[in-house]
């Protein structure tokens, strides 16, 4: 995978100085020629738009107050027209337009293979799980994505455990809560507190913010979360709970709705999905993680993308529940990095996860993975529905191995997803 380019300035025309090059036939007149960039300053400002006339070139724009102009070249010819424009004495420099490569200043981005995986290895924050170096590539171009969109004012509801409230990282994405679980919110704490942790890892691999210096980045970084407790503070809930937050979460504003859990079926939740379909929400829900090919709700309704889990190598997950007539797509879900509550939680003493941040596992993982790329494939696309988000993320989607056997249409990209 190709580290991205976060911007790619493009504007109108100049070349300078005396003519020590020649530019093709038709970059002066008729059919235009694919156009680069460079950037040019010349050493007397005044100068440069009679000197650009004088070979029928127009003055490009202003870059950030730096006194430089970005020039449209024919593509080829950039170091060309540099080394020309380099030796002309009124052109103080001349230099390509550089693209800026994937980075951000999250302290545990470099772990987050599921966003971009260079194929690096690394270690767990508990010390006691180190990732191989995997398949470059094996991502779902989440930083690809970010070029075009984060997802600005989209919202996401995340039906599980809760989100805690002091990760700094999740916490402030949270724009409403509420609670359909049966454990009482404590004194002193918001609504949908987690104790279980579940929740706010999947509500950190959506949403977490990016470019603050700490922990992680979201898929979708953009985005808001709406933050619905329908598992209670063991992790257990009900299909009554789930539809009562899939129904709060379309009337609270929701353009994708994740439930990182299964259930039996339930003629009342398909009910509430239908109606959250109807009214225009994308609806993702995670395969299971029984290794096996048994259906579970509410992946397995018709309206809603059920997801499977794939590994650093592009491969499916040994644990992923699987089979392409009702799981629709596969995203990382092995050894995930995200957030987790800063006070002690059930999956902390269960699985050994620290505090704060650390790896998860699970077709849950997976889903929230996706529904930030639905996210953001709503945010991309002027005049979106839930079923052309929903077809954006299918027909785009990686045709890695099992594609067909163990799921419909491969792997998410969301690179592809926004384009």
């Not at 539809?243 to 398909?270: P, Q």
């Not at 929400?281 to 059920?306: D, E, H, R, S």
């Not at 996706?370 to 989607?397: F, M, Y």
Request: net charge negative; aromatic share 6%.
């Amino acid at each position: 995978m190709k580290r991205i380019i976060l911007a790619c300035l493009t504007s109108a025309l100049m070349v300078l100085g005396p003519v020590p090059f020649a530019l093709p036939a038709n970059a002066a007149g008729g059919a235009p020629a694919t156009s680069a960039h460079i950037l040019v300053k010349f050493r007397d400002a005044g100068a440069a738009v009679g000197g650009l006339h004088r070979y029928s070139l127009s003055q490009g724009s202003d870059v950030g107050g730096t006194g430089a102009t970005l020039v449209s070249v024919p593509a080829g010819s950039e170091s060309r027209i540099i080394d020309a424009l380099s030796r002309d004495p009124a052109v103080e420099y001349a230099e390509a337009d550089q693209p800026v490569g994937a980075a951000t200043s999250d302290q545990y981005f470099p772990r987050q293979y599921a966003l971009q995986n260079d194929g690096q290895s690394f270690t767990n924050t508990a010390g006691d799980i180190t990732v191989p170096a995997g398949t470059p590539d094996a991502d779902v171009d989440a930083v690809e994505a970010w070029n075009t969109t984060t997802g600005s004012g989209i919202k996401v509801a995340v039906l599980d455990s809760g989100v805690a409230s002091d990760n700094p990282d999740i916490a402030p994405k949270v724009v409403a809560r509420a609670n359909f679980s049966s454990s009482a919110t404590k004194a002193g704490d918001p609504v949908a507190e987690d104790y279980y942790g579940h929740g706010t890892h999947v509500a950190g691999n959506v949403a977490a913010t990016v470019n603050n210096t700490i922990g992680v980045a979201g898929v979708c970084p953009g985005c808001t979360i709406l933050a619905g407790k329908v598992l209670d503070d063991n992790g257990v809930g009900s299909s009554s709970a789930l539809a009562n937050g899939i129904n709060w979460a379309v009337s609270n504003g929701a353009k994708v709705i994740n439930m990182s859990l299964g259930v039996r079926a339930s003629r009342t939740l398909e009910t509430a999905v239908n109606n959250a379909w109807n009214k225009g929400v994308v609806l993702v829900a995670a395969a299971g993680n029984g290794g096996n090919q048994t259906k579970i709700y509410p992946g397995a309704y018709a309206n809603v993308i059920a997801v499977g889990a794939t590994d650093n190598n592009d491969l499916k997950a040994s644990f992923s529940t699987y089979g392409a007539s009702w799981v629709d797509v596969a995203a990382p879900g092995v050894n995930v990095y995200s957030t987790f509550p800063n006070h002690p939680f059930v999956l902390a003493t269960q699985n050994n996860r620290s505090q704060g941040y650390d790896v998860g596992n699970g077709s849950s993982m997976s889903s929230a993975i996706v529904a930030g790329a639905a996210a953001l494939a709503w945010s991309s696309h002027s005049g979106a529905t839930n079923a052309s988000v929903r077809a954006d993320i299918e027909s785009t989607a990686d045709k890695v191995a099992g594609t067909g056997t163990y799921w419909a249409y491969g792997r998410v990209n969301a690179g592809s997803a926004v384009k």
